[in-house]
C-alpha cells in the first residue's frame, strides 16, 4: 500500500512537468506564420493599412486562444489588436509617428508574450510553456 501511495504521489508530481512545454499546434504555427509575414509587410511599407487591420483581425482570432491559457497572453492579444488598428489609421492617415510608434507596441507585445510563453528548443523550433 505504501509503494502505491509512493507511486501515485510521483506520479502526480510529474503531471505538471510532462505538460509544462507544449508542442505548439498546427494552428498555432500557422498563426504565428501569418503574423510574421504581415509583420514583413508592413515594415516593408505595403499597404501598410490593410495589412494591420490584418494583423488586429488575426489577433482576434488568436485571442480565442490565448484567453483561454494565459493572462499575459489574453491581455497581449487585446493589446496587438488595439495598437494594429490605430496603426492602420495611422497609416492611412499618413502619420509617419504614429505608424512608428504603434509598430513598437506591436513588438513590445509580441516580445511579452514569447518572453512568458515561448521555450527555444533549437534554431528555428519552439514550444509553449
Known sequence: ?????????????AVPAVFAADEPSPQHV??????????????DGQDVAANAKSLAALY???EGYWGKKSEVGAKTTKDIQVAALALATAAAGNDAAGVASNRKLIGGSCRACHDQHREKVSENVYRIK
Open 30 to 43: 500557422k498563426w504565428m506564420k501569418d503574423t510574421e509575414d504581415l509583420q514583413h509587410k508592413i515594415r
Open 1 to 13: 500500500m505504501r509503494m502505491q501511495t509512493l507511486f501515485l504521489s510521483l506520479a502526480l508530481c
Open 60 to 62: 482576434k482570432e488568436i
